[in-house]
């Protein structure tokens, strides 16, 4: 499970002669199991949030904490590192490679957690049947609903077992019984795994049925609600 600290967090991109603050001195903390979103419209900063906690983008100011370690101490080697092997990310797009099969896309994470290819394979058949995908080992993503290949997408973030993952409007792409069904799985994953959640999304049903609700707004946050979640 992982701590994270955000402090006093910006990030800010010129464009022409002009400053975007796309986060604005952020600072939140998240406890290790926590399962949370990050709520926000269009704009409001919630994926540069996510980026930055995912050692995707560096911090204009600020720093980002996890589990004590400051990672703007952190080379690039080193972040990477940390990313590959602490941390797993879920996209509202699945991103899986159509050439590869289910398990194969799966399997190929390992490779950034270090894990030999037997243990890898181990490990991946386990977490796709877990998600209920054990019938489709074979399949290549193009012969699969959205909402399996979010599950198969799911098991991806999982298989290095990080003590985080980040999921970027990962119901997003899926209608409203599917994505019940995956919030559900991630849920029981977070229980079962112990692994902290942080969900971005711009979905306020979706964001209600999580423990905690940040709420995004030009880049600051306008407020931070414990939920009684179902």
């Known amino acids: 499970m992982a701590d994270i600290e955000l402090v006093e967090l ?12 796309a ?3 952020v600072t939140i903390s998240i406890a ?3 399962f949370a979103s990050v709520m926000g419209r269009s704009g409001s900063g919630k994926t540069t949030l996510l980026d930055l906690v995912g050692l995707l983008l560096r911090p204009t100011s600020g720093k980002v904490v996890i589990d004590g370690v400051d990672t703007s101490q952190l080379r690039d080697g080193q972040r990477a590192d940390m990313r590959g092997q602490r941390i797993g990310f879920i996209f509202q797009e699945y991103n899986l ?3 590869l099969n289910v398990l194969e896309n799966v399997t190929l994470a390992c490779r950034y957690a270090g894990l030999d290819r037997r243990e890898g394979r181990q490990r991946a058949r386990q977490l796709l049947e877990l998600v209920g995908l054990e019938e489709r080992l074979g399949h290549g993503p193009d012969q699969l609903s959205g909402g399996q290949q979010q599950r198969v997408a799911i098991a991806r973030a999982l298989v290095n077992r990080p003590a985080l993952v980040l999921a970027d409007e990962p119901t997003g792409a899926v209608d409203t019984q ?6 559900g799985l991630m849920r029981r994953l977070n229980r079962e795994e112990g692994v902290t959640f942080v969900i971005v999304t711009h979905d306020l049903d979706l964001a209600h049925r999580t423990d905690r609700m940040v709420r995004l707004q030009d880049g600051v946050v ?3 609600e414990r939920l009684n979640a179902a």
């Open 10 to 21: 910006t990030k800010h991109y010129k464009q022409g002669k002009n400053i975007v603050r």
């Open 23 to 25: 986060l604005d001195g």
């Open 32 to 34: 290790a199991g926590e």
């Open 97 to 99: 490679l159509p050439a």
């Open 178 to 183: 599917t994505a019940d069904e995956l919030l």
């Open 222 to 224: 306008v407020s931070d």
